[in-house]
């Protein structure tokens, strides 16, 4: 089973009002482990950075202006992505800008069937609690030392582990290599005890009892 954990950084909250996509980053699960693929794109988004977005992300206009638009890139982000299961963090938001972009270059957008959104798994297993992506890291312990400002290759990584805790997909892997060694381990030598022999001749009753009992049998295999 392929997955792919993705994350966007954007110039606004609307790809309807004209915000578009600077970053995206993602990695790729195979079987709920990381198969040590990862991607990463920055993109000029040709139209200037609002000061709030830039402070959440910390990216330019002068930085962007330098990369590749969406149009130029949106083969290789396919590619990664494939056919696989997309896992998001308020997947409406990121599938939203993606579809939006998709749209502009004509292309097809992406079913909203693809998505697995961590934001409404971890409402459903903790009613009530914080779950933004910061508040899912302290809860499962996972170090955030790295995020200063938001990154989409450093968020899906994040998310990665987030996804792995919320989903029980550690389990599995961890298990499998506890047990393998008990499963394969050999007596260690002279623990064996030895038994004496056992007798198990009948006696005299139950041979005449089991000699009654074939009597009484018609036509046994053993006579034909």
Not at 93 to 104: P, S, Y
Request: aromatic content about 6%.
């Amino acid at each position: 089973m392929r997955e792919v954990v993705l994350d966007t950084e954007t110039t606004g909250l609307d790809p309807s009002a004209g915000h578009r996509i600077v970053e995206v980053g993602a990695v790729e699960l195979v079987n709920h482990i990381p198969s040590g693929r990862r991607f990463q794109r920055y993109l000029d988004p040709e139209r200037d950075m609002p000061e709030g977005a830039e402070r959440v992300h910390g990216l330019t206009s002068d930085f962007l202006a330098k990369q590749n638009r969406f149009a130029d890139e949106a083969d290789a982000i396919l590619e990664f992505i494939g056919d696989a299961k997309l896992v998001m963090h308020n997947a409406p938001f990121d599938l939203g800008f993606l579809n939006a972009e998709l749209e502009r270059i004509e292309r097809p957008p992406i079913p909203a069937e693809r998505a697995v959104d961590t934001l409404v798994i971890a409402r459903r297993k903790y009613p009530g609690a914080p779950a933004s992506l910061d508040a899912l890291c302290k809860r499962f312990g996972i170090d955030r030392s790295a995020r200063e400002k938001h990154g989409a290759l450093l968020d899906a990584e994040l998310l990665t582990d987030v996804y792995l805790e919320l989903t029980g997909g550690r389990q599995p892997a961890l298990g499998l290599q506890q047990a393998a060694p008990a499963a394969v381990a050999a007596p260690a030598a002279g623990s064996a005890r030895e038994r004496t022999p056992r007798a198990h001749a009948p006696t005299d009753a139950e041979a005449a009892a089991h000699a009654a009992f074939v009597a009484t049998l018609k036509d046994p295999i053993w006579h034909g």
